[in-house]
């Protein structure tokens, strides 16, 4: 079995690459950006006719959130056509594809966790790409899996968790947002989740029904007050943490104010195992 990865100098395709040895029936191709520009088609085309992949995971994306709104056209090359581009050859070589999205594609105005039923209702670029490249997929492929995830975290490239270590290492005090609510994702459980997608498709053949749009993130919900807090508290850093309004730290970008992804899909079809976010956030 091969699995092709774009984006593999991410933050998920690092991740991807940190447990590939676990997995000795498949054959990984890594892809970074300078090697897989997937906004080119033909690079796209060219690279699957050499590789033949059974699976795509495609983990390259454009994801400055506040970036986007001052580079719309840039953000939506990479979100949007390349996508597009992924879908089509695909197509061709009958590759299913494993696409990441993001609670983005929500307003933050629902009171409980977000199915897949839900309607997306994006409020800034980043996430209206985001779905637009959903809906590029979905009306090119009927083999494809489109995965929502949230506030993706971990040891590798840049993130929330790491920006917080480095502050603490360089302030006495620190005010962080607490009206914004959603669940922390560590990038290996989610690069786990991929490939439990993928063997499980691979062993059973996976029926029409199966396709579609999951959501994946680590189990409960926290504000990133919360989530600062807990990373201090478990790297034993003393540091004056303060809670503050999202009206106290204006951006570019409006945020969901609420984000929780309900995981019941994905536990039911192919018995992925979700864990607490406080838990995965320990093994860092």
């Not at 983005?104 to 790409?129: C, I």
């Not at 009306?139 to 993130?159: D, K, P």
Request: hydrophobic share 35%; glycine share 4%.
């Amino acid at each position: 079995m091969v699995v092709l990865v774009t984006g593999a100098s991410g933050q998920l395709g690092q991740a991807l690459q940190s447990i590939a040895n676990q997995y000795s029936d498949i054959t990984f191709d890594f892809y970074a950006s300078s090697e897989l520009d997937i906004t080119h088609l033909e690079q796209c085309k060219s690279v699957f006719q050499k590789v033949n992949p059974d699976f795509c995971i495609n983990a390259a994306a454009y994801t400055a959130v506040d970036k986007a709104e001052s580079e719309p056209e840039k953000a939506r090359l990479i979100n949007v056509i390349g996508a597009q581009n992924l879908a089509k050859a695909c197509k061709e070589s009958n590759t299913v594809l494993l696409h990441i999205s993001t609670d983005f594609v929500f307003d933050g105005t629902a009171t409980k966790s977000y199915t897949e039923e839900n309607t997306p209702n994006p409020t800034g670029v980043y996430g209206q790409t985001k779905l637009d490249g959903e809906k590029a997929i979905q009306a090119i492929l009927e083999q494809y899996f489109i995965v929502r995830t949230s506030w993706v975290y971990s040891e590798f490239g840049n993130n929330f968790m790491k920006t917080m270590l480095r502050l603490g290492k360089e302030r006495d005090t620190l005010s962080v947002v607490n009206d914004q609510i959603g669940t922390p994702t560590n990038a290996v459980d989610l690069a786990k989740a991929l490939l439990t997608i993928i063997t499980t498709c691979h062993v059973k053949n996976s029926s029409a029904s199966d396709y579609g749009i999951y959501n994946f993130s680590n189990e409960g919900q926290c504000s990133w007050y919360d989530f600062a807090k807990k990373i201090f508290e478990i790297h034993k850093i003393e540091i004056d943490l303060q809670p503050i309004p999202t009206s106290s730290y204006p951006t570019p970008a409006k945020r969901p104010a609420f984000s929780v992804l309900d995981k019941s899909k994905i536990k039911t079809v192919f018995g992925v195992e979700v864990l607490e976010w406080e838990e995965c956030l320990k093994n860092l």
